[in-house]
């Protein structure tokens, strides 16, 4: 029986719907409670730090000035335009963004260090902050921090000889301006820590909702100066992180400090506020782009200038070069470009800092090209899918722009799929006849590949200091027959286990209940690098695989030194080693594997327990997604009447867990084109500091999500899976803006800017009236 392929029931489930999951705030229970005095200005001085006029017993007041010899955090990238600014744990000169950590009340309870809080002396002499683009790049600009001449904090380019005489030679040239608002990861579970001193060991666990418990052990070490042995991290059931948790932030290491100092157990647990000011955000981006195309609609030059927001610092371990970078690199996406020129930049400002969030960039960049395609379109007289057909690559592997290798993969066969079930003609017909009734529909495509999977030489091509790619599987088999996997990848809820027991189960011939997964503990875990840029089921599902291999072959050898045959006879099958009409339970020979080594010690060593190790070059998903919605004209509403996704993410492991990815990006994504932005008023106060004003959607804004599986298997990963968890997210905004800007074309306007959300849009037909 096969396991890989089948749609199983996620085994993380049963306890998590029973409320029997074991979230940080679960642990926090017992500890004394920490919170942060936070900055309520974007920049400034500070003045005065003082503590309230009465501790209660047992309350602190902890401040940056306690923090000393404590380090900065300063992620480092090998580039000579790279500005490598620190970040204090706690500053003690400046503020740099409104909600940045100050100093920390700890308390018996929560309420007491919230009430603390308030009375806590706080003078800042205020500066006028650097707030958006415009304010960071104007000539004279103050800088948000000296070492940053004009406000850049990282640079690239690409200029090919001889581009702006291809450009200016094509037949059509197609300009696009546009921008992207900064949005939030917005986890349902926020972040939070609970740090332990442990008095028997002298060694200190800190559990916290994290993605990279490995790094975030790392770092916080590293700026303690502590021995990294001295400290355990462990992500319990993360309730969600979309990148969002990978980053190193100021509380974490404020918390083991202050267990190590105080020898005792601290709690912090943020609220919706922090998370929504004071964690990371991300896609806020400006690109202007200019395609020059020949007459038959293709592509002969791109080019694009690219700036991203990333607010007051750089995070570890990725850095603020994320998203203007990748974006750099991965412009041309799924398309043939001859040509490609690009600039990209990222502009420091007094504002939360940027780190990944689920797509990473992607999403803006296939906003860009895919709108730019439509534009395309209508000036050349084309069908929409009709130019992105003559435009995909349609041979592999191939090489992008920027030379990347493109595996074997699916573009123009998703985007065929897609149309065939959308009944383009069909719709056209229903589009015309509702505009009769002044009623406005649209239809937008979008196609896009997602580099997945990618390993040690992609990240180190990116000069970090910090180069997370391989993945390392410990699997041991129990005398009992059960398997144990320790893995360095640490899932957030994405049913991992299960499709790697998966994995596992096929290559024992066990089933996946015998498997157990354990991740998420440094003690316990091999070194890893967590859950991130949809790569745990490709590299860590892969170092599964070879893990697995080895172990089979041991019990193969194992197997035929007892049933008296060779081992290329043995097939591990349904708990049975079997060779022709002999068999043995697998569970009986991992007894006597353990307790009668005499019998197998010479075919197999003295215990059953393998490593693999998997670090692939990366591969690329892709799929077409397809929004069909309809516009209210007089409000500007917007309702998402049917969304499709034919997404190509070669071999399925478990089809249920696959859908349930899709469907939970897509929604991302949807909020993303429609409803979520994060405000910052010109002062640096942001706006959107609760739900009430973030406005994430409900299930009654995101329709049913129709999935078409294709499954192209290339040679780019062992296990034949290519990653999928960010790409619903990545496409989402360009299809649903490209059906907004279809539904609207009789009032002449065009969408660049998401979210679209109704003031949005009724400012862009204020005034109008359709044309017949």
Aim: glycine fraction near 10%; proline fraction near 8%; aromatic fraction near 6%.
């Amino acid at each position: 029986m096969n396991w890989v392929g089948r749609r199983l029931p996620r085994s993380e489930d049963p306890p998590l719907l029973r409320g029997e999951g074991r979230y940080v705030p679960d642990i926090a229970i017992g500890a004394r409670a920490v919170r942060f005095l936070r900055s309520p200005v974007a920049s400034g001085r500070i003045v005065a730090l003082r503590p309230p006029p009465a501790m209660p017993p047992g309350c602190l007041f902890v401040t940056g000035a306690d923090l000393a010899g404590v380090g900065a955090i300063k992620p480092g990238l090998r580039r000579f335009n790279y500005r490598a600014v620190e970040q204090p744990v706690l500053p003690v000169e400046r503020v740099h963004f409104v909600g940045q950590a100050i100093a920390a009340i700890v308390a018996p309870s929560a309420a007491l260090a919230e009430d603390l809080l308030e009375e806590c002396e706080l003078d800042i002499a205020v500066d006028d902050p650097v707030i958006g683009f415009e304010a960071a790049l104007a000539p004279g600009a103050a800088l948000v921090h000296p070492i940053a001449p004009g406000n850049v904090a990282v640079e690239g380019e690409i200029r090919p000889e001889g581009f702006a005489e291809t450009l200016s030679a094509a037949a059509h040239v197609v300009e696009f301006a546009f921008r992207s608002g900064r949005q939030s990861a917005m986890p349902l579970e926020g972040r939070g820590g609970v740090a332990e001193y442990d008095r028997a060991t002298g060694r200190i666990r800190l559990s916290a909702s994290a993605q990279m418990p490995h790094q975030l052990r790392t770092g916080i070490a590293q700026l303690l100066g502590m021995p990294e042995a001295d400290l355990q991290v462990i992500a319990p059931d993360v309730g969600g992180g979309f990148g969002q948790k990978m980053a190193l932030f100021p509380e974490y290491p404020v918390l083991v400090w202050l267990a190590r100092k105080h020898r005792g157990r601290f709690a912090w647990v943020e609220d919706r506020n922090e998370n929504l000011i004071a964690s990371a955000h991300s896609r806020d981006q400006r690109h202007v782009l200019r395609a020059g195309f020949d007459p038959e609609g293709r592509l002969l030059a791109l080019e694009a200038d690219i700036l991203a927001d990333v607010g007051a610092f750089s995070v570890f371990p990725t850095t603020c070069a994320v998203e203007p970078l990748m974006a750099l690199a991965e412009y041309p996406g799924p398309y043939k470009v001859p040509a490609y020129a690009v600039r990209a930049r990222g502009v420091l400002t007094h504002t939360c800092p940027m780190a990944p969030y689920r797509g990473v960039s992607r999403p803006v960049i296939t906003f860009g090209i895919e709108r730019l395609m439509d534009r395309a379109a209508a000036a050349l007289g084309l069908a929409p899918d009709e130019v992105r057909r003559r435009n995909l690559h349609d041979s592999f592997p191939a090489r992008s722009a920027t030379g990347m290798v493109l595996d074997e993969a699916s573009y123009i066969q998703a985007l065929d799929e897609a149309v065939h079930i959308l009944d383009i003609p069909a719709f056209r017909e229903r589009q015309r006849a509702a505009r009769a009734e002044g009623r406005y529909l649209g239809l937008g495509l979008s196609v896009f590949n997602e580099r997945t999977g990618y390993g040690t030489p992609a990240f180190a091509a990116r000069s970090m200091d910090v180069v997370p790619g391989y993945e390392v599987v410990d699997i041991a088999m129990l005398p009992s027959g059960e398997v144990e996997a320790r893995i360095g990848s640490s899932p957030h809820g994405q049913g991992l286990r299960t499709t790697l027991s998966q994995i596992i189960a096929d290559r024992l011939g066990l089933d996946p209940g015998a498997i157990r997964i354990i991740h998420g503990d440094t003690d316990r875990t091999p070194y890893g690098w967590g859950s991130f840029a949809s790569r745990s089921l490709v590299i860590g599902g892969g170092a599964c695989q070879v893990a697995a291999d080895r172990l089979a072959d041991k019990l193969r050898r194992g197997a035929a030194r007892l049933l008296q045959c060779d081992p290329a006879e043995v097939t591990l099958r349904d708990w049975q080693a079997v060779a022709g009409a002999a068999s043995m339970p697998i569970a009986e020979l991992a007894r006597l594997a353990h307790q009668r080594s005499e019998l197998l010690s010479d075919a197999i060593g003295f215990n059953l327990a393998e490593t693999g190790q998997y670090d692939p070059g990366g591969t690329f998903s892709n799929a077409c997604h397809a929004a069909i919605v309809e516009v209210e004209a007089e409000t500007g509403h917007v309702r998402v009447e049917r969304y499709l996704v034919v997404e190509d993410a070669g071999r399925i492991i478990n089809p249920m867990i696959a859908d349930g990815q899709v469907q939970g990006g897509v929604a991302q994504g949807i909020a993303n084109a429609l409803f979520e932005e994060v405000i910052y008023a010109p002062d640096g106060t942001p706006l959107t500091g609760t739900l009430a004003d973030y406005t994430p959607p409900t299930c009654a804004e995101i329709p049913e999500i129709e999935i078409h599986h294709l499954e192209t298997i290339s040679e780019a990963t062992i296990t034949g899976a290519k990653g999928l968890g960010e790409g619903g997210s990545i496409g989402a905004p360009a299809a649903i803006v490209n059906a907004i800007s279809d539904a609207l074309s009789p009032f002449g306007v065009d969408v660049a800017e998401f979210p679209a959300t109704p003031p949005r849009i009724r400012a862009l037909i204020r005034g109008r009236a359709p044309r017949a």
